[in-house]
């Protein structure tokens, strides 16, 4: 599957299931971690679960399943990991501690609306 259909069926998932200030920050020039990052955000732990499940379940229908899930237990910040694609999601508070949109602000913020496109 290509990174903008994952792109697209994560920032839809999220926004279905209402999360908080969304944002794709493409990364690929300064990391080989991943190509892109998807940033959202949940006001407790069981909205953040809700949306790391609706994430992966809707990816999952399409055949990507993620490598790799961190932080799932404590539900603070879920990483999901698809390899070029990772959608972190974090409760509002650990969002702003970690501020990883200051820590990767050399990326390329990517428009929501041109995914959906």
Partial sequence: MEN?????????ALQDKKAKNIKIIKVGDLTII??????AG???????KALADE???RLSE???APKRTEGYRGANWIALDFTD????IFHEETREFYDLERLWEDGEFIDIEEIKK
């Fill in 62 to 64: 399409k055949g990507a």
């Fill in 42 to 48: 949940g006001t407790n732990t069981t909205q953040v």
């Fill in 85 to 88: 694609v990772i959608v972190h």
């Fill in 34 to 39: 991943a190509e892109y990052f998807i940033l």
């Fill in 4 to 12: 903008k259909e994952i792109l697209k069926i994560a920032v839809t």
């Fill in 55 to 57: 994430v992966e379940r």
